[in-house]
C-alpha cells in the first residue's frame, strides 16, 4: 500500500474508533454480516461473541498502526492465518471475510469520510490482510491444532492456577511467544495463554492463569481444571522472543501472570553461553501477587546478567489470602523491593534509551507503563509488547 492509501484507512480507522463503542459496533456488525454469507461457521464459534469482538478490535487496531511496517505487519498476519485455522475457516471463506469486515467499516464510518477513493483503500487493505493470513494458514508444516493432557494444575492463589500440559505431538514455539487454548468445560471458547517454560524434550507446557471475573474461560481453568483433562492447543504466535543481539541490554516488565512469558525467555537464555545484562521487574498488587519470586531468585543467582527488582502497590496482602505463611521478599539474588505503581517505578529509573523493552501483563498495565516510560524519554521504537492481550 502507498502511503495515501494508508492514511485513509488509518483516518477512516480512527474516527470510527473517536466513538467509545464505534470500534465494539464495527466488529458486531462484522460477525453479523459473515455469518449471514456463511452460516455454516457460526457452529464454530461460542454462543457468546465478546471476547472473540475484543480481539477482533485490537487485531484490527494492531494492522491498521502498522499498515507501514511490514516486517512487523506480515509475520502477525500470517501468524492470525495459521491460528484461525482452529475455527474451521477454510481458503474458501476469506473472501467472505474480507468482504464482511469493509462492509463493517463502511456502515459504521461518516457518509462524508466514506468516498470511492477511501473504498479502494480499504479493498487494498482487506487483500492485503486476507492473502497474508491465507499464506499463514496454507503453512502445511504445523497442524491446525494440537492435542494434550493436564498432568499437573496447582492452586497458588484464591484466582490463580500454575497448569501444565504434556503435548501428544511436539510443537515448535520460540519462547516469549503464546497460544490459545480450549478445556472440555468450555468448547469453542478460546483463551489466549503464555507457555511459562521454553520447549522442551518432554513436550510439556506450562501456564499462569489468573481467573477474570465475569469471565468465560479462566476462571474454569483456575477453579475447574483436573489431572487428565484433554486440551486442544493452536498454533504459536507473537513477536517476543529471546534477544540475538547478545550485547544490546534488555529491560523486561512484567505483571502478575504477564510474567509467564518473560520468564520462558529467561530459562532459555540461561541455557546459552552468552547473554546481555537484563534488568527485570516483576510487579503485582500485593506480595503474593508475585507467586513466582522463588524461580525468579534461583535464576538471579545462577546467572549473574540478571538482576530482579520486586515492586509491590501496597506492601500487605489483602485479608483473602489463604495461605498462612507470609510471602517473602527478601529472597537471595533479588533487589529490594520497591512500593508504588510499577510503570512509574520503573519510568522513575530514568529513559531506559540504551535498552530494548519488553512489557508484559494486563492491557491497561501495558499501555500506562508504556506511556510513563515514553514520557520519561523512552523511544517508542524500543517497546515491544503482544497486541492480544
Known amino acids: 500500500m502507498d502511503s495515501r492509501a494508508t492514511a485513509m484507512v488509518r483516518t477512516t480507522f480512527k474516527a470510527v474508533a473517536a466513538d467509545e463503542e464505534g470500534p465494539g459496533k464495527v466488529a458486531g456488525s462484522f460477525y453479523a454480516i459473515l455469518f449471514s454469507a456463511q452460516p455454516q461457521l457460526r457452529e464454530y464459534f461460542p454462543a457468546s461473541l465478546d471476547t472473540e469482538r475484543e480481539r477482533l478490535v485490537k487485531a484490527l487496531a494492531h494492522m491498521v498502526d502498522r499498515l507501514d511496517e511490514p516486517d512487523e505487519l506480515l509475520p502477525f498476519l500470517a501468524q492470525l492465518g495459521r491460528d484461525h485455522r482452529k475455527y474451521g475457516i477454510g481458503p474458501e471463506h476469506y473472501p467472505a471475510v474480507g468482504n464482511s469486515l469493509i462492509s463493517a467499516v463502511r456502515t459504521h464510518a461518516r457518509t462524508e469520510l466514506w468516498t470511492e477513493e477511501v473504498e479502494r483503500a480499504w479493498q487494498e487493505c482487506v487483500e492485503l490482510i486476507t492473502r497474508t493470513m491465507l499464506v499463514g494458514a496454507q503453512d ?11 498432568i499437573e494444575h496447582r492452586r497458588v492463589l484464591n484466582d490463580l492456577a500454575v497448569v501444565r500440559v504434556r503435548l501428544d505431538q511436539p510443537m515448535r514455539y520460540a519462547a516469549g511467544q503464546y497460544l490459545s487454548v480450549q478445556i472440555p468445560a468450555r468448547l469453542r471458547m478460546w483463551r489466549y ?16 492463569v489468573r481467573g477474570r471475573t465475569g469471565g468465560w474461560v479462566s476462571p474454569a481453568l483456575v477453579g475447574h481444571t483436573d489431572v487428565g483433562d484433554r486440551w486442544l492447543l493452536s498454533a504459536p504466535m507473537g513477536g517476543l522472543g529471546v534477544p540475538r543481539n547478545t550485547r544490546r541490554k534488555l529491560l523486561m516488565i512484567g505483571c502478575g501472570t504477564g510474567i509467564a512469558p518473560l520468564r520462558a525467555q529467561l530459562v532459555a537464555m540461561a541455557r546459552r553461553r552468552s547473554n546481555p545484562r537484563v534488568h527485570l521487574f516483576v510487579g503485582g498488587h500485593h506480595p503474593c501477587d508475585l507467586y513466582d519470586l522463588e524461580i525468579l531468585s534461583e535464576l538471579a543467582v545462577a546467572n549473574k546478567w540478571l538482576t530482579v527488582t520486586p515492586i509491590v502497590e501496597s506492601d500487605e496482602n489483602p485479608w483473602w489470602h489463604f495461605d498462612s505463611v507470609e510471602t517473602s521478599l527478601d529472597l537471595p539474588g533479588l533487589d529490594p ?6 510503570g512509574a517505578v520503573v519510568a522513575g529509573y530514568g529513559p531506559w534509551a540504551d535498552r530494548d523493552i519488553q512489557i508484559s501483563g494486563s492491557p491497561s498495565m501495558v499501555q500506562t507503563t508504556k ?3 515514553m514520557a520519561a524519554g523512552t523511544p517508542a521504537a524500543n517497546i515491544r509488547h503482544d497486541p492480544m492481550f
Open 371 to 373: 506511556f510513563r516510560l
Open 337 to 342: 523491593c520497591r512500593t508504588g505503581r510499577i
Open 140 to 150: 502445511s508444516d504445523l497442524p491446525a491444532v494440537w492435542s494434550g493432557t493436564v
Open 193 to 208: 495463554l503464555s507457555p511459562a517454560v521454553p520447549p522442551n524434550a518432554e513436550g510439556e507446557l506450562e501456564f499462569h
